[in-house]
């Protein structure tokens, strides 16, 4: 056994002889020293750490999740006329286009069957009340079987918590992803995913569950990183930057502005970092191809220094063969100068979306390793248990609550310095829903 773990010593230091000057050589050893290695002691005490699962609550749960699954069933065989496998895509296809017809022009696999796969659907929702039912069941389904039923199973029985897994080198934008079980693909913009929120409960009634979670990170980094100086300006009076851009897009007074207008901005303020088109823009909000492109035209004049950004990102991607974030992180993208029209295409959306979730990812990280590092200075015994997307989640004991709030707020909003102000939403609960 000695021997086993002195060459294991011993192969490491020598490989780390060899990486530590290429780090440097690369540019990354701010990214690889400042952020990921002081990470990975931070990382090791929230996986030995775990968070509690109330089961009972999931087996509740998962009854009624049944429940639901199987009156869904029934309003779709009703109005399908017959009964049939809705887990089938080959025979759903059948039944929604054959039978029901409820496309002109169905789209259809490589494999010559009909496409039923959700954004399809999506498309389709207001054709008829059959879609909107199958995509409730395939949400309540997934449900059920990837997260209500497996989670206790999750949970060890020594500890009686739930210990995630995370892995620092999973994406390529250095997101962390949450493994065995996965925390990060819990769907929350439904209740019924919200729902599996409220199992995650606090260790005992001493203790409360605390979430701080950066409010609009991506688009407050790409009003950093562009410079443009009306969306920083929307951010530095607290405007709704939503209302700001449908303001806008649709040269309306901000107080002219409708819910209608402000979910269609929302739409394009994500989606042009997500180099949206202006066909990708009418699918998501079913409306006529013109609208959308009109939308996007608009605000690329309202917010000239976004496409300034973005255009001087895809010339320096395709010189370099990289983009990188604040820190030096990088991502290659062979595909950049590629002859391919559409792999091109798809590079240059990488090449455009990278700087800023990479800079979000690395903000969160220096973040938690900032908030590790206040909670040991304080003696503090609130824990940090997960991390969620852009989400911290504590463990923090009630009588802490008036001082502990102020550190891990002020540790988060000062982790990367920047222009733009940084706001971090604070929320307690007796349960992850509710702290959320």
């Known amino acids: 056994l000695s021997e086993y773990a002195c060459e294991d010593a011993d192969v490491t230091l020598q490989?780390?002889?060899?990486?530590?000057?290429?780090i440097e050589e690369q540019g990354v050893g701010d990214v690889c020293f400042r952020v990921e290695c002081p990470l990975i002691p931070v990382l090791v005490e929230m996986e030995y750490e775990g968070i509690s699962l109330d089961s009972e609550a999931l087996a509740n749960y998962s009854e009624q999740l049944e429940?639901?699954?199987?009156?869904?069933?029934?309003?779709?065989?009703?109005?399908?006329g017959s009964e049939f496998n809705i887990d089938s895509p080959k025979q759903l296809g059948v039944i929604l286009f054959d039978e029901l017809k409820i496309d002109d022009k169905p789209k259809k696999?490589?494999?010559?069957?009909?496409?039923?796969?959700e954004a399809e659907l999506l498309r389709l929702s207001n054709k008829h009340p059959i879609v909107q039912d199958i995509l409730e069941y395939r949400n309540a389904v997934k449900l059920k079987s990837v997260y209500v039923d497996q989670l206790p199973a999750a949970v060890n029985?020594?500890?009686?918590?739930?210990?995630?897994?995370y892995s620092q080198t999973w994406t390529a934008t250095g997101r962390m992803q949450s493994n065995n079980p996965n925390l990060q693909t819990i769907p929350v913009r439904k209740q019924r995913g919200r729902e599996i929120r409220a199992a995650f409960v606090p260790r005992d009634d001493d203790h409360m569950l605390l979430?701080?979670?950066?409010?609009?990170?991506e688009l407050r980094i790409m009003a950093e990183l562009s410079g443009d100086e009306a969306m920083l300006q929307a951010f530095t009076d607290g405007t709704d930057i939503h209302n700001v851009t449908a303001s806008k897009v649709y040269g309306v007074e901000l107080e002219e502005v409708t819910r209608e207008m402000r979910d269609k901005a929302k739409m394009v303020n994500f989606g042009i970092i997500y180099g949206i088109s202006g066909f990708g823009l009418q699918q998501r909000l079913n409306i006529p191809r013109a609208e959308a492109n009109d939308l996007i035209t608009n605000y690329k004049k309202e917010y000239p220094g976004v496409q300034r950004w973005i255009d001087s990102t895809i010339e320096f991607a395709k010189e370099h063969g990289y983009v990188q974030t604040q820190t030096g992180r990088r991502r290659y993208l062979r595909d950049i100068t590629s002859r391919n029209k559409t792999l091109a295409n798809a590079a240059e959306r990488l090449a455009m979306n990278s700087p800023i979730q990479g800079t979000a990812a690395d903000m969160l990280k220096l973040a938690m390793i900032k908030v590790h590092a206040a909670l040991r200075a304080g003696d503090f015994q609130t824990k940090m248990l997960l991390t969620v997307h852009d989400e911290i989640v504590f463990d923090m004991l009630k009588s802490e609550e008036d001082t502990v709030k102020p550190v891990i707020e002020k540790a988060m909003k000062t982790a990367l310095?920047?222009?733009v102000p940084i706001l971090v939403e604070l929320g307690t609960g007796t349960n992850w829903l509710e702290a959320n």
């Open 211 to 217: 979430s701080a979670d950066y409010s609009q990170i």
């Open 15 to 22: 490989v780390a002889q060899i990486i530590r000057p290429e």
């Open 417 to 419: 310095p920047m222009k």
């Open 157 to 165: 029985p020594k500890t009686g918590h739930l210990h995630t897994h």
């Open 67 to 80: 429940e639901e699954i199987i009156e869904l069933r029934t309003r779709i065989f009703e109005a399908a």
């Open 109 to 117: 696999t490589a494999t010559g069957q009909y496409s039923t796969r």
